[in-house]
């Protein structure tokens, strides 16, 4: 498909069944609903279940250590760069999240990515008014103990940063379709983190280190308003009181579909990320096809959709369903 609209959510069911690790309503980080019309994630013990089963399939996880970096030979990766070293391999798949597109930077890739700053919070266990409720004020989702994740449906900080200003132009038809839904701001964005446009050496501490996790702090005044939404539409939610609330950066794409794809310039190099507020879901079908891609089999879905391409040859970019 060549510059057609798409979404996140109607292209990424693969034809072929997932890998047994990644059948997640298997996983004990998933409960299935009452009406088993959906699973519902425990956000906190998905990740180790996935690990556990990546590893079972040899698979060998390296935590606390930063990618600084390709080691590029002749136009083909021939190894990553990490804080510890060294790793030798003729294949990489970046999928740093909201840090990608700074990542690719460095090696001269042009990754047009945005994110905006987002902040949730958790009740305390409260009457079930179902599993997932989305209502133009709010999206809830109860957790697995009876609790609410709770964040203000389009409602979302824009920082504006030096990336920002640098991807202004492919951004412009989905700034023009939120702009309602973003509070435009200056803060720490602008000179820390992946939407600065520094630079930095393979043999020194790199931002991926001096800031390990992209949490910033959550915003007091959208706890208030997410608040004052449910009090009108769930009192009884709104009584149980917050128990936790957490700040997140939401990377987008300029037409809201993630990139999964070839690095055209640098052999052995692909990206999966862009996922554009939707990895969470769609994460199992990303990495489905991502894994296709790198292993050089036939893909589940059809890529054309998520080249990263399409961000260069003239495609006309429509701003998808998100
Ligand atoms: C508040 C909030 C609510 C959300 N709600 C939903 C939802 O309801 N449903 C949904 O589907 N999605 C939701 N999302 C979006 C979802 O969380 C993201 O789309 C998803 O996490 C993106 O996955 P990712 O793997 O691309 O990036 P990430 O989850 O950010 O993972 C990237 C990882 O790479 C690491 N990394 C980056 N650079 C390096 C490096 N150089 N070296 C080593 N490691 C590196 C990072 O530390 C990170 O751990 C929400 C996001 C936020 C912030």
């Not at 959550?218 to 608040?227: F, G, V």
């Amino acid at each position: 498909m060549r510059g057609g609209s798409t979404s996140i959510r109607g292209c990424l069911l693969p034809t072929r069944p997932l890998p047994p690790f990644l059948r997640l309503e298997a996983a004990n980080g998933w409960a299935a609903s009452t009406r088993q019309t959906m699973a519902r994630p425990s956000p906190g013990s998905l990740p180790p279940r996935i690990a556990e089963g990546a590893r079972k399939h040899g698979a060998t996880i390296h935590q606390n250590c930063a990618a600084r970096g390709l080691d590029i030979t002749n136009g083909q990766v021939s190894g990553v760069v990490t804080e510890k070293g060294l790793i030798r391999t003729s294949a990489v798949l970046c999928a740093a999240g909201a840090w990608a597109s700074a990542f690719l930077r460095m090696h001269a890739v042009s990754l047009p990515q945005a994110s905006v700053r987002q902040t949730t919070l958790r009740t305390a266990p409260a009457p079930d008014f179902g599993g997932a409720i989305y209502t133009s004020d709010g999206a809830l989702t109860r957790r697995i103990d009876g609790s609410y994740t709770i964040a203000a449906s389009g409602r979302a900080t824009l920082e504006i940063t030096p990336q920002g200003i640098r991807y202004v132009r492919p951004f412009l038809p989905m700034f023009i379709k939120r702009l309602k839904a973003v509070e435009i701001g200056i803060g720490r964005s602008f000179f820390e983190g992946p939407q600065t446009l520094g630079r930095w050496h393979l043999d020194r501490p790199t931002p991926f280190e001096r800031i390990r996790v992209l949490d910033p702090a959550p915003d007091k005044r959208m706890i208030a308003t997410i608040m004052t939404r449910i009090r009108a539409l769930f009192p009884a939610i709104a009584d149980a009181g917050i128990v936790s609330s957490w700040g997140g950066h939401i990377d987008f794409t300029p037409d809201a579909v993630p990139v999964i794809s070839a690095v055209d310039s640098i052999g052995g190099v692909f990206v999966a990320a862009g996922c554009s507020g939707h990895g969470f879901g769609a994460g199992p079908g990303i990495g489905h096809l991502a894994a296709d891609l790198v292993a050089g089999d036939a893909a589940s879905v059809d890529p054309t959709p998520f080249r990263m391409s399409r961000f260069t040859d003239r495609s006309q970019i429509e701003v998808g369903a998100f």
